[in-house]
C-alpha cells in the first residue's frame, strides 16, 4: 500500500520557515526593548547629571545634606510655572531642615517660545540664582540670558518679591531695575517675569512646598491680583 506523505511534509516544511521567523521576530523585538531600555536610562542619567551641574552652580553641595532629586514634591499652576502638566520641584535640606526649593518654571514668552529656567530660593523667599536650562533666542542677542555667555543672569541673586517690589521687576525700559540687551528686549522682559511668577507660586506654597509627603501634588492657588 502506497503512503501518503506529500500533506505531512507539506506542513512540515511550512511550520519551520515560520519557527524561524517566529525566533527571529521575537530576537529582534528583544534587542529593540534592551536598546530602548539602555538608551532610556543613558538619557535620564544624563539629564540628572545636566540638573546636578546647575544645582552645584546655584548651591554648593556643603549647603545641604539630602538628595534634593529624590525629595521632591510637583506644582501645577499654568498662570505662575508656565507648564501645563505637574512639574517636579526639589527640595534642598540639611540636617532635616529646610534650606532652598528649586522651581523648574517655562516662560513662554521669549522671542523664538518658551524659555525654561531653574529658580532656586531659600526657605525665606530670596533667591539663590537662577538658571536657563532650554531655549531658542537669537544666537550674539538672545542668549546672553545663559550663564556662560555673561553676568546678565547673576543679576537676580539675592533678590526677592520685595526686593525690588513689584514694579521694579521689570526691564528699565519698562521702569524696572534689570538691564535688557540691546536689540533683545523681549527675552530679558520674558526671564524676568518667569523669575517673579516663580518667587510669587513660592510665596503661595513655600509651606506646602516643605511639609508635603514626597512625590505628592501640590493643589494651585489663584492669584489675588494680576502678575506682570
Given amino acids: 500500500m502506497a503512503t501518503d506523505t506529500g500533506g505531512r511534509g507539506g506542513l512540515a516544511g511550512a511550520i519551520g520557515p515560520a519557527l524561524i521567523l517566529g525566533v527571529v521576530t521575537a530576537v529582534a523585538v528583544a534587542f529593540l526593548a534592551f536598546i530602548h531600555a539602555t ?22 553641595r556643603s549647603e545641604y545634606d539630602n538628595d534634593p532629586l529624590a525629595d521632591i514634591v510637583y506644582g501645577f499652576d ?25 522651581l523648574q518654571p517655562i516662560t513662554p514668552h521669549g522671542y523664538s517660545g518658551d524659555i525654561a529656567l531653574l529658580v532656586a530660593i531659600t526657605v525665606d523667599g530670596d533667591l ?17 540670558i545663559e550663564r556662560r555667555r555673561g553676568d546678565w543672569i547673576l543679576s537676580f541673586n539675592g533678590r526677592s518679591l520685595v526686593d525690588p517690589g513689584a514694579e521694579g521687576w521689570a526691564v ?23 523669575v517673579y511668577k ?3 507660586y513660592f510665596a503661595l506654597h513655600g509651606e506646602q512646598i516643605f511639609e508635603a509627603p514626597t512625590g505628592s501634588n501640590l493643589a494651585p492657588t489663584r492669584l489675588p491680583e494680576s502678575a506682570p
Avoid at 508656565?82 to 532652598?100: L, N, T
Avoid at 525700559?173 to 517675569?193: L, N, Y
Fill in 39 to 60: 538608551t532610556a536610562a543613558r538619557i535620564a542619567a544624563n539629564e540628572r547629571a545636566f540638573i546636578l551641574r546647575n544645582l552645584d552652580d546655584l548651591l554648593p
Fill in 128 to 144: 539663590l540664582g537662577v538658571r536657563v536650562t532650554s531655549h531658542r533666542e537669537t544666537p550674539g542677542l538672545g542668549d546672553a
Fill in 78 to 102: 499654568p498662570e505662575l510655572l508656565g507648564r501645563g502638566e505637574p512639574s517636579a520641584i526639589w527640595r534642598v535640606r540639611r540636617e532635616g531642615k529646610p534650606v532652598a526649593a528649586v
Fill in 198 to 200: 516663580a518667587l510669587q
Fill in 172 to 194: 528699565r525700559r519698562d521702569g524696572g531695575i534689570f538691564d535688557e540687551f540691546t536689540g533683545a528686549t523681549v527675552t530679558p522682559r520674558a526671564v524676568v517675569s518667569g
